[in-house]
């Protein structure tokens, strides 16, 4: 069965580092995302891309964070700059089309000391 | 905010017995979708019901979606221990799913 797949699945880095989280979303997938769900708290939004650019970001994606689809496979998470709470466990998840189900990732954790 | 919360925060029941949890939102949506995580893993999409959409059903899972009150319920019946994990709405629009808090239940043996 297809999957989502995220490297590394934990990357313990130090505050002000820039940091690569990378996504293989399932190939026929048109829209990717990026969450992240600090521990036990919710899921919440970063951000949506489709069709090479961003289609919607929530208030976190600030100038921190940035995507990119270098081919036609990867999609990647930067973050600049890391602070303490960027901690967290950031999830990719694909779709064929934006009501549907989302696929998501097994996550990479985050821990920013 | 369009995002739903659920209630309770957190469910305990044994095993065999059903689990009830209950999710509210607050503006129009497309859909809405209830999925599981066991601890430290990915979300795994459990049912999707369409906003035309009242009641829906999957092996011990059942959904209803009320549009008029902007909440929903997921039903498991018939718990095994294997269900113990968090279940979280949510609610598709803008080209992105919103997630709630999440219920985490526990299912004892």
């Known amino acids: 069965e297809p999957e989502v797949t995220q490297t590394p699945s934990h990357q313990v880095t130090q505050m002000g580092q820039e940091v690569i989280l990378r996504c293989v979303p399932i190939?026929?997938?048109?829209?990717f995302y990026w969450y992240r769900q600090i521990l036990g708290q919710k899921v919440e939004f970063l951000v949506s891309?489709?069709?090479?650019?961003?289609?919607?970001k929530s208030e976190i994606f600030d100038d921190q964070f940035s995507v990119e689809r270098p081919d036609g496979s990867n999609f990647t998470l930067k973050i600049r700059s890391t602070k303490l709470e960027d901690s967290a466990m950031y999830f990719c998840a694909s779709i064929t089309a934006w009501t549907g189900e989302l696929f998501f990732g097994e996550g990479s954790r985050l821990t920013v000391l | 905010s369009q995002q739903g919360e659920e209630d309770p925060q957190a469910l305990s029941i044994q095993e065999g017995e059903n689990a009830t949890m209950n999710c509210s939102y607050k503006t129009s949506i497309n859909n809405l979708q209830w999925y599981r995580q066991n601890s430290g893993r990915g979300l795994v999409h459990l049912i999707l019901i369409r906003s035309n959409e009242r009641e829906k059903h999957s092996g011990r899972l059942r959904v209803t979606l009320d549009t008029s009150k902007k909440s929903s319920s997921l039903l498991i019946t018939a718990s095994r221990a294997a269900d113990t994990a968090s279940y979280f709405c949510a609610t598709s629009n803008d080209y992105k799913l919103s997630f709630g808090a999440g219920t985490t239940v526990t299912v004892r043996a």
């Open positions: 190939s026929n997938h048109l829209y």
């Open positions: 891309f489709y069709n090479n650019e961003i289609s919607e």
